[in-house]
């Protein structure tokens, strides 16, 4: 199974055309205030240094900080990529730029096992505790060629209380998002990690 840190999912999406944070990946201490020096352009400007690493509740365990200064942005990179989660030692951490962020919802796209074929499974309120949250998460089935039924995504988003322009743009995200053009299956070499 390919799994991708959030950096690598984030540099797919911006392939696809959608805006992402600027900012990139350091595997040292040193990258990370190259990257904090890049982005710390502007006064009262501000970025955060997150853990790559395969799990939720990043924060909690002290893997998501921000930073006003790149030397500050170095203490926090340093002590990060000294980490380990579960057997795992984190060997990058992502430093972006930090947005302003009026609303968050989880998008995420698996294969399901019992239908053997892609589905989206989306949920409002970001991915910060999505497994306490599954009774809120929708499964969207998608074709393989032709993506997910528009009515269902619709659906899916007219219930997040967005207003119907807002609800309508979620939704055209979400239909773009898909692997390909049109969801035509677009061959990709993924890193592939145990």
């Known amino acids: 199974m390919a799994r991708l840190h959030e950096y690598q ?11 992402i944070p600027r900012g990139r990946a350091a595997s040292t201490a040193d990258e990370a205030v ?31 900080a921000f930073a006003k ?4 942005a170095r ?38 096992d019992a239908t ?7 949920a409002p309120g970001g991915g910060t505790g999505i497994e306490e949250r599954a009774a809120s998460t929708r499964s969207i089935a998608c074709d393989v060629t032709r993506g997910p039924e528009e009515s269902t995504v619709a659906e899916a988003t007219a219930s997040c209380g967005l207003s119907s322009a807002h609800a309508t743009q979620l939704a055209d995200s979400i239909q773009s998002a898909g ?5 035509a299956v677009r061959r990709r070499r993924l890193p592939y990690h145990n």
């Open 69 to 72: 200064k790149p030397d500050v």
């Open 179 to 183: 692997p390909g053009q049109g969801w």
């Open 116 to 122: 053997r074929a892609p589905t989206i499974i989306f």
């Open 34 to 64: 190259s990257v904090a020096k890049e982005l710390l352009d502007q006064k009262g400007s501000e970025v955060v240094v997150k853990i790559q690493a395969w799990t939720t509740g990043r924060a909690g365990i002290g893997g998501v």
């Open 9 to 19: 999912g984030k540099a797919i999406l911006a392939e696809n055309g959608f805006k």
């Open 75 to 112: 203490g926090h990179a340093a002590r990060m990529l000294e980490m380990k989660v579960g057997q795992f030692p984190v060997e990058a951490v992502l430093v972006e730029e930090k947005i302003a962020i009026e609303r968050e919802f989880f998008l995420s796209f698996a294969i399901d």
